[in-house]
């Protein structure tokens, strides 16, 4: 893997020479017509059953639904990959096959690279099935995403668990890509004192907890029941259904759902008014806009794994980048791009909840979301 770093400057990308141009991949959630009406507004009128059957008998072909601009310059294009979220995860073989087509589009579109939103990261093994594609090079955006979780999991321990004198994290999915990463930032830097690891793959965990374990005390667990002393909760997992419920928190505890499709649903606050959950992986880039559809946040910002695919493309990087597990120097090499590009924005959002403000209040137990 080469990256070549972009010099600190103070231009927009219509300032200067964009050498890569960059495609991100996206897929239609949990709620099908919601999310497909994103692309054409009257296709929210279909039903979700409708649209189950015709995602999932039909060969559909990739969609470009829309265009991405930074600095008011053209920069690249959102590809719709033709297939759910459930889909995906029923029939990952297919999945997988429409994914690589969607990677066909983002050349043809004369993309450099393509980031694999989502799903479409899960089902290429973080993109190890692409690995072989020399003429487009492929990140699955989990580097940066894992920069941006691990520093939002650190501002809401200052600013939302400072109540709590050894704060103890749970990390839900902490064998995936994003998880194991994210967990070895945290004990590398011994920005928790305990941790509680929780995954399907005991095999996993135990190899994963013996590492860093040295670093900080760590246990492990196959069920969702172990985050229940926790004070942060960080979800990394990939499924299509909420998998977190009012009766496995603390009381006062914080939630961190980077997950895409949600692993929380907005009920979980009306029944737990004391437990905030909070929006992960959600970028600022306040010259962001996209063009022709949109992929459910507003402008100006952007999901982590998308923001690392502009970073790659911005900075002129040329080949693939963060393939399966991303390795702590590559999430730093993402911190040191966005440092460069800092003059636009790729820092952590404010925070949200539900895509609603959420006022962080230092040393208080419990967080009002704005209305």
Partial sequence: MRRTRATRHTQTPQEHHVSSTFAFTVHPRARL???????????????????????RRLPLRPVAMAGIHIGGAPVGHVVLVPFGARHLLTSPGEGRARVHRAVDKARALGCDV???????????????????????GVTNGNAFTA??????????????VGHASDPHVAVVGATGSV???????????????????VARSAGRLDALAADVGRQVPTSTATTMDAVATADLVILLTASADALLGPQHLAPGAVVLDATQPRNTSPSLVDERPDVIVVDGGVVDIPSLRLVGGDIGLPDGRSYACFAETALLALSGHRGHFSIGVPTLELVDATRGMAADLAHLGFRAAEPTSFGRPVPVRRATTTLAVAS
């Avoid at 099935?129 to 003429?135: A, K, Q």
């Avoid at 920069?147 to 939302?160: C, N, P, S, T």
């Fill in 179 to 197: 998880g194991a990463a994210v967990t070895r930032l945290l004990a590398r830097d011994r920005a928790v004192a305990r941790l509680t690891l």
């Fill in 147 to 160: 920069a941006i979780v691990d520093d939002q999991a650190r501002q809401l321990l200052r600013d939302a």
């Fill in 114 to 136: 393509v980031g694999l939103g989502a799903l479409t990261a899960t089902v290429t093994a973080g993109g190890v099935s692409l690995r072989s594609r020399t003429d487009i």
């Fill in 33 to 55: 017509g919601e999310d497909l009406a994103r692309v054409w507004s009257p296709l929210g009128r279909v039903p979700d059953p409708v649209y189950d059957a015709a995602l």
